[in-house]
C-alpha cells in the first residue's frame, strides 16, 4: 500500500512528453542504481540542490520508478506550518499502516497508536525517542518481508518536525538491516534534523543548455527563438525558473513583436524562491545590490564612486553570507550566484529608489558615453528628446560593435522617449530598417512601420521606412519591382530635400532643458538613501546636470557624435538593399538606376565597402580587378571586426572573387551570434557562404550541414529570397553526386518562384544546375541548351555575376557539341574582361575553357598550365574536371600513357567527392584506354586505379608542410624543389590519404603511424 502522492513542489513539472523529465538522466540511472541496492540491503540517499532545480521533480520520478521495481512507496513531505508539531512528518508515514501495526508486539503498538492519536505529543526524551524509532524500524521489516522492500521518500527535509527527523535519522542509519531505501531531499545549505546522520548525499545540477531548451521549446513551442535564448540564460539551469519566467511574457514579448525588459520581473512562485533571503538583508546591502543590479558591470570601483567613497566591501559581507553574490578582491568585480537574483532585487525595490540609482550612475561615466545614455534613458518619466537623441547615437554604435538586437532594443527605447511624432516614427523606421536587413525580425517591419506611420503620418515616406518596406518586399515576397520602385524613390527624395538629415534630435527636439525628467520626477531627497550618498551638491537643474558631474557641463546634446550618424548608416543600408534587387533581377536596367543614384547621392563610403561590392560582387568579371586590393585589406582585417554586416558584406564581395577561405573563421562568429540570438539574417548569410566555399575547397559532407540550418531559419523567419541561394548550393551539389532527381526538383522549384518575380539570378541559378547535371552524365547537347538560355557567346555580362562561374561549362558544352566558334568566342570575352588576373582559380579555369575550346589539337601548354596552377588542390572539383578532360583529349591523341595518369588522379578525386556520374566517365575513359576500373565496394575510401599505397619520403614531407598552411612556392623553397615539383607530390598524395585538398590533410595525417615506402621499406618520420 502506498501514501498518496503529494502535490508538485517548486521545479517539479520539468516534463517533456509523458512521465519524462529532461536532462536528468544521469540522476534517474543514478536513482535505478540506489533502489537496485537497496532492494538488497537497504541504503539511504540525500539529493540536495538550490531551490527549483527539480528535486521534487526527482523525488516524484524515483517513487514512481520504485513503484515499478515492486517497492512500496511511503511519502512524507515536510512543511513549515507543521514543523512545530511534534511527529506530524512521521505520522504521514503511520497512517497508511494501520493494520501492520495493530499486528505489532502490545508494547509497540500502543506507542504507535499513541503517536497517531496525539498530534501535539512534546519532544520527548532520547530514550523515548529512540523507542519510537527501533519501532517504526521493527514496523518497516515486517512490511518489507510481507510485501517486498519499502521506499521512504521524503521532500523538504529541512521542514521536518524535530521528533520526527530524528526517528527517520535514526532509521536512515540502520536501513542496512532490512530491504528499505529512504531517499530524501533538502536546498542546499539548509540546516536539518538529517543533516548530521552521515547519510551519502548527491548535489542534483542545473540543467545544461541544451536540455534548458528542450524543456522551454517542448512546454512553450511558439516563443520565438530569441527570446527563448534569453530565458535560458536568466534562468541559468533552473527547471522552475524556465517554466515560470515565460509567464511574465506578454503574447508579443513571447513572439519576440515586442521589447523585453533589461531585467525580467520575477512571478509568485519564484519571488517565493528568491526574494526571502534578499528581503532578510540590511538596507544598506540591499541598496547596494541595487546598484550592482542597474549597473550590470560588476565593477566594485562604480559602485564604490556612486556610494561616494563608502566601504563597499564591508556593506556586501551579509549578501556574500547569505550566498546571494560572489565577491572577488583581487578583480575587485561582483558576481550574483543566480542571475533571477538581480529579478528578486529589482522586485523588492521601488521606482523611486532605481530611478535615484540610475541617477548616481549616470554620474559616474563620462559625457555622451553609453553608459550615461542608458542611464539616463532608464531614470527617465516621460518622454525626453535629449536622451532619446543620446540612445540615437547610442544604438548604432551598438549595432557596429556587433549587438544587432541590442542596437534594435536601444532604438525602441529612444522612440519611447521621443516627445514629438516624427522623432518616434523616424526611431521605429529605423529599427524596422534594421530588424529587416540585419536581426531576422522580418515578421516585425509591418507592426514597426504601422506605429511608424501613426505617429507621424507624414514621414511614412522616409528613408529608413522605405528600407524597411522594400527589405520585407524583397526578402519575403521576392517583390523586386516594387521595392526597387518604392526605394529609389525615397532615395531621391532624401536628396532633394533636407528630410532624414541630422539627428532625431535636429529634426524633433524642442527647446531644450524644459519638461525634463528632474522637473517631472525629482522631489525632496531622503536621508540615508543612495540619493544623499550619490548626488552631493549636484541637487539643482536637469536630469543631464545631475548626471554630468565634474567631468563637463552643459547638456548631453554638446557631446554628440560628429556628422556621420543615423543617417549614413540608414543611406548604406538603403543602397545596399538596392544592391540586393539589382543583384537577384539580373536586368542592366536596375543596375543603371543604382550607379545613377549612387552618383547623384555623391555617397562616399569612408571605408569604400560599398564601391568594393558594387564591383567585386556587383560586377566581377570587369569591375573586380580596380578593387581587389581594397578588398584583400577588407578581409586581412575581419579577425578584428565586431560589426556583423561589415563581416557578411566583405564576405560577400569576396565570394566571386575567390576570396572566402579568409573570411571563414569571422564568418563563423556571425553564425554563433545568430544561434545565441543575435543577428539572425546576417547569420543566414553567413551560413549559404560558408557553403559556398564548401563547395569549391571540396568540403561537400559541411555543404548539407550548413544550408540546412540555414533555411531553416529562413523557414523561421520568412525569408523567402534569402533562402534562394542555400537551394541553389543543395542542387548543384545534388548535380555533381547525381542526384538527379533532387537537382531536377531544385532546380524547377527555382524557376517556378523566380520567373513570376522576374528574377534572372534565379533563372542563372537553374540552369547551372541542370547544365551541371547534364555535363556529368555526358549529355552536352542538354548542357549547351541549358547554358544558351542565359548566356550569350562572345558576352559576358556585367548584369548577371553568377556568369563568372558558368564559362567553362560553356566552353565544354560548346566544343562537345561542335560549336567551337562559339566556345572560342566565349573564352576571348573571358580574356578580354581580365578575369584571369582575379584569381588563380579563374586563370586556371580561363586556361582549361581555352584549351577545351581549341579543336583538332591538344593544347599542352594551357592545359598544363591549367593543371600546374599553384594550390590548384584548394579547388578539388574543377582540378579534377580539367584533368579530365586533358586525359580525354590525350586518350584520343593516342597519348595514353600520358593520359592515364590525368585520369586516375582525376578519377579518385571524383570518388572520395562521391561525384558519381564524373567517376563514371573517368572510369570509362580509363577502360578505354586499356586499364581495367573496378567499382568501389561501398563503405571503403574510393581510389583511382592502380594508385600505389604508401607515401614516399618526399610526398610525405611535403604533405606535412602543407597542412601547416605553406603555399607551394614556400614549401619548394624551403626543400630546394620547383613549385610544380611539389604540386605533383601532392597530387600524388592527395588520393593516397583519401583527401581532396589542403584543408584534409591535417586531420589525415594526425595520427599517421610511420609507413614503410615502396622504394626504401624504411619508416619515414617527420622531416
Not at 557596429?400 to 529612444?414: E, H, M, P, S
Not at 521576392?478 to 535636429?506: F, K, M
Not at 538560355?789 to 563568372?804: N, Q
Not at 592527395?990 to 621499406?1017: C, H, M, Q
Request: hydrophobic share 45%; with cysteine.
Amino acid at each position: 500500500m502506498s501514501s498518496p502522492k503529494p502535490p508538485a513542489a517548486e521545479g517539479g513539472e520539468h516534463l517533456s512528453g509523458p512521465g519524462r523529465l529532461v536532462g536528468r538522466s544521469a540522476e534517474l540511472a543514478l536513482l535505478d542504481m540506489f533502489f537496485g541496492s537497496a532492494a538488497v540491503r537497504g541504503r539511504a540517499l540525500m539529493l540536495t540542490g538550490e531551490a527549483g532545480v527539480g528535486k521534487s521533480a526527482l523525488l516524484d520520478a524515483a517513487a514512481r520508478r520504485a513503484q515499478d521495481k515492486a517497492f512500496q512507496v511511503l511519502r512524507v513531505t515536510g512543511s513549515q506550518v507543521e514543523a512545530g508539531v511534534g511527529f506530524a512528518a512521521l505520522d504521514q508515514i503511520l497512517r497508511p499502516l494501520t493494520a501492520e501495526i495493530a499486528e505489532l508486539a502490545p508494547w509497540q503498538a500502543r506507542t504507535l497508536r499513541t503517536l497517531r492519536a496525539v498530534r501535539g505529543v512534546p519532544d520527548g526524551r532520547q530514550a523515548e525517542l529512540l523507542a519510537v524509532a527501533g519501532s517504526v524500524q521493527v514496523l518497516l521489516s515486517r512490511k518489507a518481508a510481507r510485501g517486498g522492500p519499502v521506499a521512504i521518500v521524503i521532500d523538504d527535509v529541512a521542514w521536518l518536525d524535530r521528533p520526527s527527523a530524528v526517528v527517520l535519522g535514526t532509521v536512515a542509519r540502520c536501513t542496512h538491516g532490512a530491504p528499505v531505501a529512504l531517499l530524501a531531499a533538502c536546498r542546499t545549505g539548509d540546516e536539518s534534523f538529517l543533516s548530521g546522520t552521515g547519510i551519502p548525499a548527491h548535489e542534483v545540477r542545473p540543467l545544461d543548455e541544451t536540455a534548458a531548451h528542450e524543456l522551454v521549446a517542448g512546454r512553450f513551442p511558439a516563443m520565438a527563438p530569441r527570446v527563448r535564448q534569453r530565458l535560458v540564460a536568466e534562468a541559468a539551469g533552473n527547471p522552475l525558473a524556465l517554466l515560470e519566467l515565460p509567464a511574465t511574457l506578454d503574447e508579443a514579448q513571447r513572439q519576440e513583436r515586442g521589447p523585453l525588459p533589461a531585467v525580467l520581473p520575477l512571478p509568485e512562485r519564484l519571488k517565493k524562491v528568491f526574494a526571502v533571503r534578499v528581503e532578510a538583508l540590511p538596507e544598506p546591502t540591499r541598496e547596494l545590490l541595487l546598484l550592482a543590479v542597474l549597473d550590470g558591470s560588476g565593477g566594485l570601483h562604480i559602485l564604490e564612486r556612486a556610494l561616494g567613497g563608502g566601504d563597499v566591501l564591508a556593506e556586501l559581507g551579509p549578501a556574500e553570507q547569505a550566498g546571494l553574490v560572489r565577491v572577488d578582491t583581487a578583480t575587485g568585480r561582483l558576481a550574483f550566484r543566480h542571475p533571477l537574483t538581480r529579478s528578486a532585487v529589482m522586485e523588492l525595490s521601488t521606482a523611486a529608489e532605481r530611478r535615484r540609482g540610475h541617477l548616481a550612475l549616470a554620474r559616474e561615466f563620462p559625457a555622451g558615453s553609453e553608459h550615461r545614455a542608458r542611464h539616463l534613458a532608464d531614470a527617465a518619466v516621460g518622454p525626453d528628446d535629449e536622451v532619446a537623441a543620446l540612445l540615437h547615437e547610442v544604438a548604432y554604435r551598438t549595432l557596429r560593435r556587433g549587438d544587432a538586437v541590442g542596437a534594435v532594443g536601444t532604438l525602441l527605447r529612444a522612440a519611447d522617449l521621443s516627445g514629438t511624432g516624427p522623432a518616434r516614427g523616424r526611431l521605429l523606421a529605423e529599427a524596422a530598417c534594421l530588424g529587416a536587413n540585419v536581426t531576422g525580425d522580418l515578421r516585425n517591419v509591418h507592426a514597426l512601420l504601422g506605429s511608424a506611420r501613426l505617429a507621424d503620418p507624414a514621414g511614412s515616406g522616409s528613408l529608413a521606412a522605405a528600407t524597411a518596406a522594400a527589405s520585407r518586399l524583397v526578402n519575403g515576397e521576392g517583390d523586386v519591382d516594387t521595392a526597387h520602385r518604392l526605394l529609389t524613390g525615397a532615395i531621391r527624395d532624401q536628396a532633394a530635400g533636407p528630410r532624414g538629415t541630422g539627428t532625431i534630435h535636429d529634426q524633433a527636439a524642442g527647446p531644450r532643458g524644459t519638461g525634463t525628467i528632474h522637473d517631472q520626477a525629482a522631489g525632496p531627497r531622503g536621508t540615508g538613501t543612495i540619493h544623499d550618498q550619490a548626488a552631493g551638491p549636484r541637487g539643482t537643474g536637469t536630469i543631464h546636470d545631475h548626471a554630468t558631474g565634474p567631468r563637463g557641463t552643459g547638456a548631453i546634446h554638446d557631446h554628440a557624435p560628429g556628422p556621420r550618424g543615423a543617417g549614413a548608416d540608414i543611406l548604406d543600408e538603403a543602397l545596399l538593399t538596392l544592391l540586393v534587387m539589382c543583384f537577384h533581377s539580373g536586368r542592366p536596367e536596375l543596375w543603371k538606376v543604382f550607379d545613377a543614384e549612387v552618383a547623384k547621392a555623391q555617397v562616399r563610403s569612408p571605408d569604400d565597402l560599398l564601391c568594393v561590392l558594387r564591383s567585386a560582387f556587383g560586377d566581377p568579371a570587369h569591375a573586380a580587378p580596380a578593387v581587389l586590393e581594397l578588398l584583400d585589406g577588407l578581409v586581412t582585417e575581419l579577425h578584428r571586426e565586431t560589426d556583423p554586416r561589415r563581416i557578411v558584406r566583405t564576405a560577400v564581395a569576396a565570394a566571386y572573387v575567390d576570396r572566402l577561405p579568409g573570411c571563414r573563421s569571422a564568418l563563423r562568429r556571425v553564425v554563433d551570434d545568430g544561434r545565441n540570438g543575435g543577428a539572425v539574417t546576417l547569420a543566414i548569410e553567413a551560413l549559404f557562404l560558408l557553403a559556398n566555399d564548401a563547395y569549391l575547397s571540396g568540403q561537400w559532407g559541411d555543404l548539407p550541414k550548413l544550408t540546412e540550418e540555414g533555411l531553416r531559419w529562413c523557414a523561421r523567419y520568412d525569408y523567402r529570397l534569402t533562402a534562394q541561394p542555400g537551394r541553389f548550393l543543395r542542387g548543384l551539389l545534388a548535380a555533381a553526386q547525381g542526384d538527379t532527381a533532387t537537382a531536377r526538383r531544385t532546380a524547377d522549384r527555382l524557376v517556378a518562384w523566380g520567373n513570376p518575380r522576374g528574377l534572372g539570378l534565379l533563372r542563372a541559378y537553374a540552369a547551372h544546375i541542370r547544365a551541371l547535371s547534364a555535363l556529368g552524365e555526358a549529355d552536352f547537347e542538354s548542357a549547351y541548351r541549358h547554358l544558351r538560355s542565359v548566356i550569350t557567346p562572345g558576352e559576358i555580362p556585367a548584369h548577371l555575376p553568377h556568369a563568372l562561374w558558368l564559362f567553362l561549362d560553356f566552353a565544354e558544352a560548346a566544343a562537345r557539341t561542335g560549336r567551337h566558334g562559339e566556345a572560342a568566342a566565349h573564352v576571348a570575352a573571358v580574356r578580354g574582361t581580365g578575369i584571369p588576373a582575379v584569381s588563380p582559380r579563374l586563370a586556371m579555369m580561363t586556361d582549361a575553357a581555352e584549351a577545351v575550346a581549341t579543336p583538332d589539337a591538344v593544347d599542352h601548354e594551357l592545359f598544363r598550365r591549367a593543371v600546374d596552377t599553384p594550390d590548384a588542390e584548394r579547388w578539388p572539383f574543377e582540378w579534377a574536371r580539367i584533368r579530365l578532360a586533358y586525359g580525354e583529349r590525350l586518350r584520343r591523341a593516342r597519348a595514353g600513357a600520358e593520359a592515364r595518369g590525368h585520369l586516375d588522379a582525376a578519377l579518385g578525386t571524383f570518388r572520395r567527392l562521391g561525384a558519381g556520374p564524373w567517376s563514371a566517365r573517368a572510369a570509362n575513359e580509363l577502360r578505354a584506354s586499356g586499364i581495367p576500373v573496378g567499382v568501389p565496394a561501398a563503405g571503403t575510401a574510393a581510389s583511382g586505379a592502380g594508385r600505389p599505397a604508401p607515401l614516399t619520403p618526399q610526398e610525405l614531407q611535403v604533405a606535412r608542410l602543407a597542412a601547416t598552411g605553406l603555399t607551394n612556392k614556400q614549401i619548394a623553397a624551403r626543400l630546394f624543389l620547383s613549385p610544380r615539383t611539389v604540386a605533383g607530390h601532392l597530387s600524388n598524395a592527395f588520393p593516397k590519404l583519401n583527401v581532396t585538398s589542403r584543408a584534409g590533410l591535417r586531420d589525415a595525417l594526425t595520427g599517421l603511424a610511420p609507413e614503410r615506402t615502396a622504394s626504401t621499406g624504411r619508416e619515414v618520420n617527420q622531416p
